[in-house]
């Protein structure tokens, strides 16, 4: 066989498994999200594993490299790729689902390990394992090319996904095709493995020489300050990813799968700074860093946040600057063949490192999103240390961390400026501040996550029972409450919030509430009134709602509202029609399922109608333009009915229309779902 043929069995054993590699990562989050209420935190816990079981993959193939014969490498690896086949089809078994009392970041892990951990720890394997033995092969002076060649696969990896797959295919359907592609990569690293066994079966293949191309790439062994630039900027280059896509998605703007462009952006560095020394240059990206540490920082602020359409982009560009940078400048240090493994080992420890500080440390330590400012001060000195051979770029680099500190410094003192409570953990951080306004009577105490406000109550005694926000009583849930039966009502409430909807308790009524955010319970009890002011009996159930509703008896709702969203980002799992069969469940047979879909980006109400379509239910839209009265806002429910009639009751009739669906619209299930067909 030819040096083209070969070329070709490795690049294409180091192309399928980036690519099968990057395609597990948002089908298995997508699979376990619905047991964990739908939170963004899921995909940072995911992004934590891969990044673990990266550095372990890393780690292998620097040490069967430098301790194994090439035979004894290849007895080994074939023998875990057969065994890794045994966990053929990569589907999550139930036995995973919480119960709603433990850590959900352990469960995360736990599941993700016994699910996919040796198949993927097998992919994370290939990239340095293969391109080491390149490095043995006449043509071994290309070897960073491949490293480019495996982010590009990456890439395009992610990027399919939301646009090409999803879209066209259930979840079943994307484990089996994965699995099968699983399989395949397993024959084609296996006999790429074989290969390199019976050509060079002692391993004795003399290093190449550097070629031209690569003559800054010597063969000296690195230094100390190499191997710490080697962990730290990679480190901070994963640290900003995480740090950047928590920013964005919880305060500035919760769009869903926006977790797609700043990881595809992140990859493209790599491949760019990897590919060739032509893409990074010093004299353009150095200023573009520093301007854009400055703007990200500045940014930070709570009024600067709220205007989406500046934030947005400029966080995004920031991202790709800096990490232009922090991978430049690591490209620039990648050592001689002989090093490669341990270079890759080092940069996975790194990345490893900074996901676990944000996706894992963060929550626990940090009172709110604080991670990207201190991230952006990190990198200013990291660029001290990387330039400090030029005194004025060194002083430059520390002057701009200082500015990143004071930037963080006011982003911590505007939190804390009138803010009664401030709460982080797993689903996000809570902050909870009085509003004033004139005349006090308007006074009122707000609930926000991120940058999305769960409710608020008037602080005036006289007041405070007041509906707000957006549960007024001409919005679709208080229209559906109005139209209940007389007597004694049951209601289930999926969120809490400040706990608004428990107003309309009167006595003998039971109000159920589900919420999985124990904080949420906290806060609404310490901070606000609504729950203990209400005269029906509040019950309390902890948890997934969704969960709990599969497992508990008969509860004989009269209204069911579904309000479980973090802003704009959905919980998908709650609007299937698998999720409905489970609210029919527990209904009357005149009961009302009310979703709330207030939505800048997505057009919900078309989802739930054609569910309801096909379960043979009835479905209205109430819309509220209620922004002149006060505290109400303008809102979107739609109310689901087994009989029609039920929702010609008034003052239900007065506010319904009829929603529209789309020819050939699927229904979404646990199985299919698909949120870019639902872009408005």
Not at 304 to 314: G, I, Q, Y
Not at 433 to 440: L, Q, R, S
Not at 464 to 491: D, K, L
């Amino acid at each position: 066989m030819g040096h083209p043929g070969i070329q070709l069995l490795f690049a294409g054993t180091i192309f399928s498994s980036a690519f099968l590699l990057f395609l597990v990562q948002p089908l298995i989050a997508k699979q376990i999200l619905p047991w964990f209420g739908g939170s963004a935190a899921v995909w940072s816990i995911c992004m934590v594993f891969f990044q673990v079981v990266l550095l372990a993959g890393y780690a292998y193939a620097d040490w069967v490299t430098r301790h194994l014969r090439m035979r004894a490498q290849a007895v080994l690896h074939v023998a875990l790729l057969l065994a890794s086949l045994a966990l053929l089809p990569i589907v999550v078994s139930a036995q995973w689902k919480p119960t709603g009392t433990e850590d959900p970041a352990w469960r995360i892990l736990g599941l993700l390990f016994g699910t996919i951990g040796l198949p993927y720890f097998l992919l994370s394997t290939t990239g340095p394992l293969v391109q080491s033995w390149v490095a043995r092969t006449p043509w071994g002076a290309q070897v960073y090319r491949y490293f480019s060649l495996s982010n590009l696969a990456s890439l395009l990896s992610l990027l399919s996904y939301p646009v090409l797959i999803e879209p066209r295919s259930s979840l079943l359907q994307q484990a089996n095709g994965w699995s099968w592609g699983y399989a395949a990569f397993v024959l084609l690293c296996a006999g790429t493995t074989l290969y390199m066994a019976r050509r060079w079966p002692a391993g004795a293949m003399p290093l190449p020489s550097p070629a031209p191309s690569q003559a800054g790439v010597p063969d000296t062994p690195p230094r100390m300050a190499d191997y710490l630039l080697w962990l730290a900027l990679p480190a901070l280059a994963s640290w900003l990813l995480l740090a950047v896509t928590n920013h964005i998605t919880q305060n500035v703007a919760a769009v869903p799968f926006l977790w797609v462009l700043p990881l595809s952006l992140y990859l493209l560095t790599f491949v760019l700074c990897f590919e060739s020394d032509r893409w990074y240059r010093r004299g353009v990206f150095l200023p573009l860093a520093a301007a854009m540490l400055l703007l990200c920082a500045f940014g930070l602020q709570r009024h600067f946040v709220a205007e989406v359409r500046v934030a947005l982009p400029l966080y995004v560009a920031g991202l790709f600057v800096l990490c232009m940078f922090l991978h430049g400048e690591t490209a620039k240090l990648r050592p001689g063949p002989r090093y490669l493994t341990r270079f890759y080992l080092m940069l996975s420890l790194g990345g490893a490192l900074g996901g676990v500080t944000v996706g894992l440390v963060a929550p626990h330590v940090l009172a709110a999103y604080y991670e990207l400012g201190l991230g952006l001060m990190l990198t200013a000195l990291a660029a001290a240390f990387v330039l400090r051979r030029q005194v004025r770029l060194r002083v430059c680099c520390v002057a701009l961390a200082a500015c990143c500190t004071l930037f963080l410094l006011v982003q911590v003192g505007s939190d804390r400026a009138g803010a009664r409570s401030l709460q982080r953990n797993f689903y996000g951080a809570l902050l909870a501040y009085d509003t004033p306004a004139t005349p006090p009577s308007d006074s009122v105490r707000e609930l926000a996550h991120g940058s999305v406000k769960h409710g608020a109550q008037f602080l005036d005694p006289a007041r405070r029972r007041e509906p707000t926000t957006y549960y007024g009583e001409t919005s679709g849930i208080g229209r559906a409450i109005a139209a209940a039966p007389a007597g004694p009502r049951r209601v289930g409430l999926i969120g809490l919030g400040t706990g608004t909807l428990a107003t309309y308790g009167r006595g003998g009524d039971v109000y159920r509430i589900y919420e999985i955010n124990p904080q949420v319970f906290a806060l609404a009890d310490e901070e606000f009134t609504f729950l203990r002011d209400s005269r029906a009996r509040i019950e309390r159930v902890l948890g997934d709602a969704r969960l709990a509703l599969e497992r508990e008896p008969v509860q004989g709702f009269d209204v069911l509202a579904v309000d479980a969203f973090s802003g704009d980002s959905v919980p998908v799992h709650l609007l299937t029609a698998e999720a409905m069969d489970t609210y029919l469940r527990h209904m009357r047979p005149d009961g009302v399922i009310a979703f709330h879909v207030t939505n800048r980006f997505l057009a919900l109400a078309p989802v739930i109608a054609k569910v309801a379509e096909v379960r043979g239910l009835h479905a209205v839209l109430v819309h509220d333009d209620a922004a002149q009265a006060g505290w109400l806002r303008r809102t979107d429910w739609v109310l689901v009915a087994r009989n029609p009639q039920v929702l010609a009751r008034e003052p239900v009739r007065a506010a319904a229309a009829p929603i529209a669906t789309e020819p050939g619209q699927r229904p979404w299930t646990d199985d299919f779902n698909n949120l870019l067909g639902a872009l408005k």
